[in-house]
């Protein structure tokens, strides 16, 4: 039984009021290529941070290759290499200064990292680049240099964070054929927005939303838990000159859809565009049975001219939008949102409606403060006014006073 690498238990983690996760658990085995997918704000970046410790979480467990994040950070962080989403590299240095100062920080033996350079430079394709500032590169060679600091030091474990992002067609496939082969040595997070390449890559999905696990298992077995196939076919029920299904359109389409939900296995027939005097129609079939045969049968025993038929079948992207479809296209998303809902999932209240109650105290303070400025300002100009009255009476007993004293030195110089 491989040796499981990544175990997560309970997971929480709560941005004051904001739940990001909401207690996730899974384990990641070795050797192992894990897809794991979201929305926007599911917690999906949020679990990579705990993971490498760039943060602690609120509750719960997570341990990397033996080690717990919180009380053996730096041998976790030795045993992981991370790309984040956006490549953290310094834009001053060449690619070749970069990653021999990522050997440095690495602590890679001196007689080692000129080899592993060229490694992960003929890997990454950078060896044509290596002596070209990074401030100078496109966004997918700055990807590269990214990925390649992330392998730089033979982790056991990688995390990726949108790997592909910026790279042309031609590296995508050369990056997924890389990832796919780090698999086989290698236990590799990998987390992308783009469907297709999850399931050409990963051998093992796991979806959150809204810091919840939602789904878990291998993307053929994601699909078909949608037990949900369709065929679209292009027929034309009129071509002989016998046919029975003559008249409007409507009456055409209501005619085929009665004979083809008689097949077995058949849920529903829907009306989907057709092409000239051809009628397009949408077959949705319940469980996961081939039918092309019976609709093709069909179609010869009533007279028709089947002209196409394009089986569908449920992909990655079905099951992420049936799983996520509702909560990522609320907005804002919690992750990101600056203005909180009265009232979370649990009931408990947040920040917009603390704040709307505080904000009501304030102006009662507010107020009551102006009311009392605006006495002391009245009583203020009171004493002001007084002073100014009672000034002549003061100013005449000082005169007063002065022409004694004058009176009293004259009287002495006698």
Known sequence: MPQTMIEVKDLAKDYGLVKALRGISFEVPAGEVLGFLGPNGAGKTTTMKILTCFMAPTAG??????????????????????????????????????????????????????????????????????????GDMSKGYRQRVGLAQAMLHDPPILILDEPTS????????????????????????????????????????????????????SPDQLAAGQSKNSYRVLIDPDKNEGSPYRGGNGSLVRALSVKLESI??????????????????????????????????????????????????????????RLTGKKASSAPTKLESTKPKAEDEDGEKDSGAVSASESKADEKDERDADAEADVKVDADKADADKADADKPDADKADAE???????????KSK
């Open 61 to 134: 467990t997570a341990t990397v290759n033996g080690k717990n994040v919180l009380d053996h950070s730096l041998e976790v962080r030795r045993a992981i290499g991370y790309l984040p989403e956006n490549t953290p590299i310094y834009t001053d240095m060449t690619s070749l200064e970069f990653l021999q100062f990522i050997c440095s920080v690495r602590e890679i033996p001196h007689n080692q990292r000129k080899k592993r350079i060229r490694e992960l430079a003929e890997v990454c394709g950078l060896l044509d680049v290596l002596a070209k500032p990074i």
């Open 264 to 321: 077995k296995g058949v849920k529903s027939v829907k009306e989907s565009g057709g092409e000239d005097d051809a009628i397009g129609l949408l077959i949705s079939a319940d469980g996961d049975a081939d039918l092309r045969r019976e609709i093709a049968r069909c179609a010869r025993d009533n007279g028709w001219l089947l002209l196409g038929m394009q089986r569908h079948h449920a992909t990655l992207e079905d099951v992420f939008r």
């Open 401 to 411: 006073e002065d022409e004694a004293v004058e009176e009293e030195k004259k009287e």
């Open 166 to 217: 910026g790279l042309d067609p031609n590296q995508i496939v050369e990056v997924r054929e890389l990832i796919k082969e780090i698999g086989k040595e290698k236990t590799v997070i990998l987390s992308t927005h783009i469907l297709p390449e999850v399931q050409a890559t990963c051998g093992r999905v796991i979806i959150i939303a809204d810091g919840k696990l939602v789904a878990d298992g």
